[in-house]
Structures are given as structure tokens and as C-alpha cells.
């Protein structure tokens, strides 16, 4: 079965810019992650989406916002790129229950110039 | 304040070497605890989870453990392929659906 699967791979931006990435969970999963992992850093939550609504917002500005569609796939925007932006980002699926754990895509690695 | 530490940051083991790594956390209420596993430019591996002081999970070379305060993943005899870098992450009864608290991981290097 196929994991959860991140787009792009890497990216490369400037200041000021927007950018979209993409996440498709496991299949039969509900409920989406996304988090921001800094280099030496563990992942920080940015939001948690389930059946298609905002369940959850972490200690991010509002350049940053997501959506999740009818076939569960999730976008995450950042708008207004800020050197300080340069991380990899996670989604992270799981099927909803609170007890049932995260698992994790690659990532997409954001560079901003 | 953090609210999951981990360590030690880096720990060194020579192969068959065996040890043990701390994720101390300090939530209003425990609701789980997870390990995982990262690799260099991966996303984090899923390891365990552990919901209650006194629970005990296995996996190969790998022993998690749970008290009140603390978890500790035990490594035993490792090998080479086991270096990575290991995150712990809390989910507190106070929080959102899903929002996992992190550590900053241990990385571990196992060398031959």
C-alpha cells in the first residue's frame, strides 16, 4: 500500500513569494497533519485537518493556511516567504482516531532565497 | 517551555554495544506517547506508541518503555543499519485532535 505521498520533493523560493504543497494521506485515512521541521529541530505542529475541517492551529502567522478536500488530499499555502520559512515540511495521516499514531511522507524541503 | 526533552542529543555505540535513550515530558495529561524513527532527508518512521505508566512495547532490537515522567527506548545489541535519528512525541489531553509535541530527537550513530 502506498504511504502518504508528498509534492514537490524540494523547492526553491525567494522572499515574498507563495508557495503550495501538496499531501495525499494513506488511503482510508480522514485526518491530515502538517508540520514544520527546522534543521536539528523535532516537527513542529502547524495544522491538523479531519473530515475536511480546520481541527487544530499551531503558533504560525496567518501566511500560513491549508485545506483539505472531499478525497481527503491537503494543500498547505505560505504566502509572504520569509527567509525564516527554509524547512522541511511534513504531512503526516492517520485514519482519526485521537489514540492511532501519525505516520509521516517524506517531506518537502523549501529553500527560500 | 519545552515540553518534551530529550537525550542524550548524539550518542555514539559501537556495534553490539547496548543502551538506552530519554524523552522526559511534562503535559497535564498524558494521552500518548509515540517513537519514532528519522532519517536523513525522510520523513519520521513510526516505532510505537505507549498510552499508560507500566507499558511495554518491542521490536526487534528495540524495548519502549513508560513511567509517569519519562519514557526510554532501549537499544539492544544494535547494528549499523539502526542509526538514525530517534523523536519522541507526546499527545496531551489538553490538546487539539492529533497535535503531537516533539523532542528534539537523539541522534544515534552505531558504527561498526
Known amino acids: 500500500d502506498a504511504g502518504v505521498t508528498q509534492s514537490p520533493t524540494h523547492l526553491i523560493k525567494t522572499r515574498g513569494q507563495h508557495v503550495t504543497l501538496r499531501c495525499s494521506p494513506i488511503?482510508?485515512?480522514?485526518?491530515v497533519s502538517w508540520y514544520q521541521q527546522v534543521l536539528g529541530q523535532g516537527p513542529q505542529f502547524i495544522f491538523q485537518?479531519?473530515?475536511?475541517?480546520?481541527?487544530g492551529r499551531g503558533n504560525f502567522p496567518d501566511r500560513f493556511s491549508a485545506r483539505q478536500f472531499p478525497n481527503y488530499s491537503s494543500e498547505l499555502n505560505v504566502n509572504a516567504l520569509l527567509l525564516g520559512d527554509s524547512a522541511l515540511y511534513l504531512c503526516?495521516?492517520?485514519?482519526?482516531?485521537?489514540?492511532?499514531?501519525?505516520?509521516f511522507g517524506d517531506g518537502t524541503r523549501l529553500s527560500i532565497l | 517551555e519545552d515540553q518534551v526533552t530529550q537525550s542524550p542529543e548524539a550518542l555514539r555505540l559501537q556495534e553490539g554495544e547496548s543502551s538506552s535513550l530519554n524523552c522526559s515530558y511534562t503535559?497535564?495529561?498524558?494521552?500518548?506517547l509515540f517513537w519514532y524513527r528519522q532519517d536523513p532527508g525522510k520523513g519520521p518512521e513510526f516505532l510505537f506508541t505507549?498510552?499508560?505508566a507500566g507499558e511495554e512495547k518491542e521490536k526487534e532490537r528495540l524495548k519502549a518503555t513508560l513511567t509517569k515522567k519519562e519514557s526510554f527506548l532501549h537499544i539492544t545489541a544494535p547494528k549499523p543499519e539502526d542509526s538514525a535519528t530517534y523523536l519522541c512525541?507526546?499527545?496531551?489531553?489538553?490538546?487539539?485532535?492529533?497535535?503531537?509535541?516533539f523532542g528534539r530527537g537523539t541522534q544515534l550513530t552505531v558504527w561498526p
Open positions: 503526516a495521516s492517520s485514519p482519526g482516531q485521537i489514540h492511532q499514531p501519525q505516520h
Open positions: 488511503s482510508g485515512h480522514k485526518s
Open positions: 485537518y479531519y473530515e475536511k475541517e480546520e481541527r
Open positions: 503535559v497535564s495529561g498524558l494521552r500518548g
Open positions: 505507549l498510552y499508560s
Open positions: 512525541a507526546v499527545l496531551d489531553r489538553g490538546s487539539t485532535l492529533g497535535r503531537l509535541y
